[in-house]
């Protein structure tokens, strides 16, 4: 049985469960219904972070345009342009024993193509999620549902791995921003 969280709770991921490496990150949401004139395309993207919550480079961003790391400890599994559909509408695989020895945390974020010319933005979103799966089980270890407390932002930090000690452990962060990727890749020392 999934651990469901609540913005601001951590929970340990490998504490215990020693064998775990391979996940899979599932992202998911939904469109409320309006007429905006554009169809909604929502983002997936992954920010390996070192100890200053910082990119050492640029190829620490994983998205639609750079799908793999270098490492291949993180890859992003393709751009679903519309998000039709049930379940994850994004996902993001990570291999833990993979993850270069700089990194301390991987942010998840999502964000909405366009979102200013299409007059878009979060309060438009709903049923939003992050999933943490044992790739290898099948099994749904962490869901957290985001809920409805956004507005004007078209950026989100969803939630993030983090390293402490030896461990991993997943913080739920449902943090959103205003000015979309470039301003979460500005946060994040991507070379925007």
């Known amino acids: 049985m999934a651990i469901s969280l609540t913005k601001g ?10 064998g775990l490496s391979k996940l ?7 469109v409320n219904r ?3 004139g554009s169809a909604f395309d929502l983002d997936a993207a992954a920010f390996l972070l070192d100890s200053n919550g910082k990119v050492t480079s640029d190829s620490d961003f994983v998205f639609y345009n750079n ?14 342009l519309t998000g039709a559909g049930e379940g994850d509408d994004e996902e993001i695989k990570v291999d833990l024993s993979r993850v270069p020895a700089n990194i301390n945390r991987i942010a998840f974020t999502v964000t909405i193509h366009g979102a200013e010319s299409r007059k878009q933005n979060f309060g438009q979103v709903s049923n939003a999620f992050i999933r943490v799966v044992d790739e ?12 409805e407390d956004f507005s004007i932002e078209t950026a989100v930090v969803v939630g993030e791995l983090y390293r402490q000690g030896n461990e991993w452990k997943f913080n739920a962060i449902g943090s959103g921003f205003k000015g979309g990727l470039r301003a979460l890749g500005i946060n994040f020392g991507v070379s925007v």
């Open 34 to 36: 309006f007429d905006s």
């Open 136 to 147: 290898v089980k099948n099994q749904e270890l962490i869901r957290y549902d985001l809920g």
């Open 24 to 30: 899979l990150i599932g992202l998911g949401w939904d």
């Open 9 to 18: 709770q951590k929970v340990d991921l490998t504490k215990g469960n020693s």
């Open 67 to 80: 799908l793999t790391h270098p490492s291949s400890s993180v890859q992003h599994m393709g751009d679903n």
